[in-house]
């Protein structure tokens, strides 16, 4: 049976489709759209809509491009044709230069222990990715090319016992009902419009790709940029995987999620790009490293602009002739059904049907929800959108990708009047969750401010609400808000709102939890907010907590406590320094009176754990109470915003936290030895961590009965909880 490629598109970045007389070149605009409508979406008749609007978006960009690259060619002649052209070009467009600026280049059952850790999930019974997984009996790990399995029960005994190759470098996977999904990146993805070689030397072009973050205070949620592919094994035994599946995108990976056998992966295709188009003048190339004082050496002007109007030309009729294929992102297919037997299918979207329109016009990046179960090697459900990526939540029902906007990036209007002075905006995309692999567009919204992860969403009874935040600190102005969003008439709008949340703060971590939300934000002190959202209508806060240092991450213990990870801070005056890793239990059973319960602080300025910005690498084990976090500690700072100068610990800690007795220290695995910061020594490096941008060592844990496992990229460590300084086994995961 043939595989079944469901596919359907939402545009969400194109121009609106024009009736008689605005055709591309009629002279004819469509009117300015002011308004929160601007993120709606439109049903398209049909192919031949979608086909001129994609057409009317890559003529729009196309010559906007032209434009760019002429009005620099024209300045590089000006003032005598004196200085050097590739000196200029570097001095007045550094950064790479325009982004299209060159010629185009193309509890267990089994055996195993009796209790043990899963991925921290945002919502429960919701999967997400992660290098890691385990079942109480084997540890599945990507490292090293290779999807690896590790026999880790009896701890004591730990084992590799079986090491399958990926094609490209793997980066995550799920395990489940005995298969493997391993997601791997073959390389960089073809650039969009324009990559290759030009006056600025090379550069990628294209607007999104090469930016993974978890964390998004200063990034954005843009994939990996890499080609994606997703390969299936079959685990029936863990020691001979067998290879099921073999799927190929011609773009990259944003997200995803497994709710039961079916996995929703989020991918990033490259900008719509029609092949052939060109950028510069091959008769220029000859001037790119031009040096010198004799002006006739330069082209004239009348011939710069001779050569810009006959590629213009050229550039339109290959626009105009080109197909809808030639617009939309690639997929190949291969199964392997034993016995030899292979079944290969490849091709592109040509169904017409479903498609969305909008009149956002900031970038025309494909975005692709990718539906499969891992059971069932039939069927591939896609909808495809073609707008930016963001930031993704999902719940049972609904995915969510929440996309960051600024008014000098949308070209087609704005969200809200002018008057309003907002300049950061999110849209919300809603896609529907069917118990199979396909899926629906729900609808769109808009909110003003900017998220911050995707722990800034969440639903409950169908309404989604969203923490964001206007400006960033110290710019004055600066504030936050929690809205409410429900579906209403194929869009998302705003049911209630909180407004001016902490001015002059932004917010540094979010969670949601029932009819209860938290919000901490930051300037010198770490204002904890408790609202209360049970009517979606009418959110409230119902109470604040001021304390020194802010939290990045919230984990819920029960309905009235959260455990926070973040940083200390030391206040200044105007300002304040972050400090070491910060720790805190948060009473939140009375909503009007927070509290802090306990709290305790490692390390100092430099210390750093990927717990702080990755929630995967954050694990807290209720059965037996337990707390292990990843840890670079760091000490010995003259403070003042003085990094420490001793690095005296790198591995994994571990805590018993209970609500009566708070933090107790159980001690660490070490993977590093201490060793005191000499210089520009092998640690030098070790204690400079800016607090967004975590970077320890070790990267996850595993808590199997009493023991622990700490992961690194090269290697776990398995130690019994009563003696965490003296690892039982240790597995590398380099490969012979």
Known sequence: MKTRLTMSVLVLAVTMLGGPGCEPGSGTEEPRIVGKSLAALKVAAGCDDVLAALKDQELEEMNRLLDQNLEYALQMISGGGYGCWMAEADAGYGGGGPRAGAPSAGTNQGGGAKSYSQTNTQVAGVDEADFIKNDGNFIYVVADGAFQVIDAWPAAGMHRISAFPIEGTPKRTYVHAGKALVYSALGPVASGNGGGYGPWGYYGGGEYGGQEC????????????????????????????????????????????????????????????????????????????????????????????????????????????????????????????????????????????NFYLSQENDGAAFLSLVS??????????????????????????????????????????????????????????????????????????????????????????????????????????????????????????????????????????????????????????????????????????????????????????????????????????????????????????????????????????????????????????????????????????????????????????????????????QGGVPHLPIKKFEGDNEYGSQCSNWWTRSNSLVKRSVFMDDWVFSIAMDQIKAAPLADLEHPAATVSLDLP
């Open 372 to 665: 499969v179960d891992m059971t069932d090697l039939e069927g591939v459900g896609v909808t495809t959108v073609v707008g930016k990526p963001g930031a993704v939540y999902a719940s049972f029902d609904a995915l969510y990708v929440a996309v960051r906007h600024y008014p000098d990036g949308v070209e087609g209007g704005w969200y809200w009047d002018d008057s309003d002075g907002i300049n950061e905006a999110t849209t919300v995309h809603k896609f529907g969750l069917a118990d199979g692999i396909e899926t629906s567009y729900k609808g769109s919204g808009a909110v003003k401010g900017r998220i911050l992860n995707q722990f800034s969403m969440d639903e409950m009874d169908g309404v989604l609400r969203i923490a964001t935040t206007m400006g960033r600190v110290p710019s004055p102005g600066v504030y936050s808000t929690v809205a409410t969003l429900a579906e209403k008439n194929g869009e998302l709008v705003v049911a209630g709102m909180v407004d001016h949340i902490a001015p002059e703060e932004d917010i540094r971590s979010v969670r949601f939890n029932g009819d209860l939300g938290f919000v901490v934000t930051f300037k010198k002190t770490d204002p904890l907010f408790v609202l209360d959202l049970s009517d979606p209508a009418d959110p409230k806060i119902k109470g604040e907590l001021k304390i020194p240092g802010f939290s990045t991450y919230m984990h819920v213990m029960d309905k009235g406590h959260i455990l926070a990870i973040g940083y200390d801070a030391e206040d200044h005056g105007d300002f304040a320094y972050f400090l070491g890793i910060q720790l805190q239990v948060f009473d939140v059973t009375v909503l009007e009176e927070p509290k802090v319960m306990h709290k305790v602080t490692i390390g100092t300025r430099g210390s750093t754990s990927d717990a702080a910005t990755d929630h995967l690498a954050f694990n807290f084990f209720p059965d037996n109470h337990m707390l292990a976090i990843p840890m670079t500690v760091c000490s010995s700072s003259a403070g003042g915003g003085s990094y420490g100068t001793e690095m005296t610990f790198s591995g994994l800690m571990v805590y018993k936290v209970t609500l009566e007795a708070g933090f107790e220290y």
């Open 214 to 353: 978890t964390y998004g205070y200063d990034c954005e949620f843009t994939g990996d940029g890499q080609i994606l592919k997703v390969t299936l094994l079959d685990l029936a035994d863990p020691a001979e995987p067998k290879l099921l599946r073999e799927t190929t995108f011609s773009g990259s990976y944003l997200n995803s999620r497994r709710i039961g056998d079916v996995v929703h992966t989020v991918a990033v295709f490259p900008e719509v790009s029609v092949p052939g188009l060109t950028y510069w003048p091959k008769e220029m190339e000859e001037y790119w490293y031009w040096c010198g004082g004799d002006k006739k050496a330069m082209p004239t002007e009348l011939e710069i602009k001779t050569w810009f109007a006959l590629m213009r030309e050229k550039n339109t009729q290959i626009i105009q002739n080109a197909s809808i294929a030639q617009f939309l992102p690639g997929i190949k297919d291969v199964r392997h059904l034993g016995g030899g037997q292979t079944i290969v299918e490849e091709g592109l979207l040509e169904d017409c049907h």
